[in-house]
């Protein structure tokens, strides 16, 4: 995997070409940066600018640096050079093919063994409820199994030194599991969120309103002692969650 | 794609001039319109669109000329997925709908794999995953071309296909097809309507693929 030290964001500008509040943000090696707002905030659309790591050419007009210059630009396009691997907010696959097919394919794209597929379906099949299958088309998954192999695949076989992570919490895989297995030593992780525990999760967070960046929140010790807490909390709600899937009745507030 | 092309190539100081083919209705005349440069919408009506393109070539460009126009951007709707109406002296650039899967690539034929340049759109509806394999699809049905993610509301792609656009060549007098058209010619192109071998003469091909010739 390609080494980097730090990715930084300029600002461009909101939905009505104000500037953004933020001018430029650096994050480093390591870090796990949140970014919150409201629906329709932009959110999804500043990740999108990292993604395609945007030179003043989209709509935002935000540029993006890599270790501190612009990057190549094939590393802009060339999956098999790519920095960045993306869990976007589609829940569902719209390819005609099988799950196996796919990520072999997927496999050859990012320059990668194609022999992954097994180990992806695998890793999928620990975040969901119902194992999917190696033979499984991918347009008959569930939400929550598309975006389980969403994350498996990013896992191995987009395994990039940034990963953009955009509300893994709506599909009803394990959160916490997904965001471990995506944020491995090193990387830098940008996690767009609703979820309390998930948000809080995180050292820095980019506040988004009107397609601006507005404010960069640090984390406070308070915040720090809020989510344990709160991370406590959503194991049991969790545990309560399984209980119900399974058919099974609440006794009481365990 | 084609409004956000024509943008970039304008804020690149070009003068370019518009034509639209299309088969039976189309109002992209009107859309296009409004970027203030000249624009004709042409109809093949009856006529393959493809080979209609082809037919008018010469007739677009000397149209482009009288405009003042630096260069001529040419939209045909390629419905039949055989022919290619790409000059050899020309940028070809096909536009493909991500959302249409993976598999379409390979279905397209000579629109895309003798493609200069292929657009990729509507990437923002699937996965990165998704994007990559179509991708991966694209360049194994034409290795040589340059793939570009593209978004027809964000107008993602366009400078880098303006860019393209600008260090292309002009065209020569002696202009050929990239591709040869489908070879069939036969009753059905001049308004046969009944159904059975018997009304049939031309080049014709079984489903077994034995091709014949049949008539005088
Ligand atoms: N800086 C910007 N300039 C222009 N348009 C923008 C900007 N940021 C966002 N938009 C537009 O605003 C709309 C909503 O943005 P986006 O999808 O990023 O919101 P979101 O915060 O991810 O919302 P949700 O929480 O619902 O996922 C999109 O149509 C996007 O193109
Ligand atoms: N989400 C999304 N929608 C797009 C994109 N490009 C075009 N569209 C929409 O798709 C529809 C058809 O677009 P148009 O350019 O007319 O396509 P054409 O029919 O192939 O000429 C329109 O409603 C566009 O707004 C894209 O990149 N992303
Ligand atoms: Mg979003
Ligand atoms: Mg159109």
């Known amino acids: 995997m390609h080494e980097i030290n730090s990715l930084t964001i300029l600002g461009g500008n909101d939905k009505d070409d104000n500037c953004d509040f933020v001018d430029s943000i650096k994050i480093l090696k390591g870090e796990i940066i949140g970014v919150v707002g409201p629906t329709g905030s932009g959110k999804s659309t500043l990740i999108g600018d990292i993604e395609q790591l945007a030179q003043r050419d989209t709509q935002s007009k935000r540029q ?3 270790d501190d210059a612009v990057p190549d630009n094939d590393l802009r396009s060339d999956p098999r050079k790519k920095l960045v691997a993306q869990l976007s907010q589609n829940m569902h696959f719209l390819a005609d093919m099988k799950v196996d097919e796919f990520l072999r394919m997927h496999a050859k794209s990012r320059g990668k063994p194609e022999t992954l597929s097994g180990e992806v379906i695998e890793i999928a099949n620990t975040l969901c409820g119902e194992p999917l299958g190696p033979e499984n088309h991918l347009t008959a998954l569930s939400g929550g199994q598309s975006r389980a192999l969403m994350t498996a695949d990013i896992a191995r076989i987009s395994d990039s030194p940034i990963v953009l992570i955009d ?11 997904a965001l471990k297995l995506l944020s491995g030593e090193g990387k830098i992780v940008i996690v767009v969120t609703h979820d309390p525990v998930l948000a809080l999760l995180t050292e820095k967070r980019i506040v988004m309103e009107n397609g601006g960046m507005v404010k960069i929140i640090e984390r406070s010790g308070k915040e720090r002692e809020v989510c344990s807490k709160l991370a406590e909390l959503d194991e049991r709600i969790i545990m309560l969650r399984e209980t119900i899937r399974r058919g099974e009745t609440v006794e009481e507030l365990i | 794609m084609l409004s956000s092309l024509t943008r970039a190539l304008i804020d690149s100081g070009m003068n370019p001039s518009i034509v639209k083919v299309d088969c039976l209705w189309t109002e992209d005349d009107k859309r296009l319109g409004r970027l203030g440069v000249p624009v004709k919408a042409a109809l093949s009506k009856d006529m393959c669109p493809d080979h209609f393109a082809i037919y008018n070539t010469e007739d677009m460009l000397a149209w482009a000329e009288d405009n003042g126009s630096d260069i001529l951007l040419n939209e045909t709707a390629g419905l039949c997925l055989r022919c290619a109406p790409y000059p050899n002296d020309c940028l070809a650039v096909c536009v493909i709908d991500i959302t249409s899967g993976p598999n379409n690539p390979l279905k397209v034929g000579p629109l895309m794999t003798s493609a200069d340049v292929v657009m990729m759109t509507k990437g923002d509806m699937v996965s990165q995953a998704e994007r990559e394999v ?3 699809r694209v360049l194994e049905a034409n290795p040589t071309c340059t793939p570009i993610e593209a978004n027809g509301l964000t107008s993602k792609g366009s400078v880098e296909l303006a860019e393209i656009v600008l260090r292309s060549k002009d065209v020569s007098s002696d202009m050929r097809l990239r591709n040869n058209p489908p070879f069939s010619i036969c009753t059905l192109c001049a308004g046969e309507t009944r159904i059975g071998k018997e009304y049939q ?7 077994d693929g034995f091709t014949d010739y049949r008539g005088e």
């Open chain 1, 64 to 66: 993006i640096l890599i």
């Open chain 1, 167 to 177: 509300e893994i919490e709506n599909a009803g895989i394990r959160k916490q599991e």
């Open chain 2, 134 to 136: 179509f991708r991966e």
């Open chain 2, 201 to 207: 003469r031309g080049v014709l091909r079984r489903m």
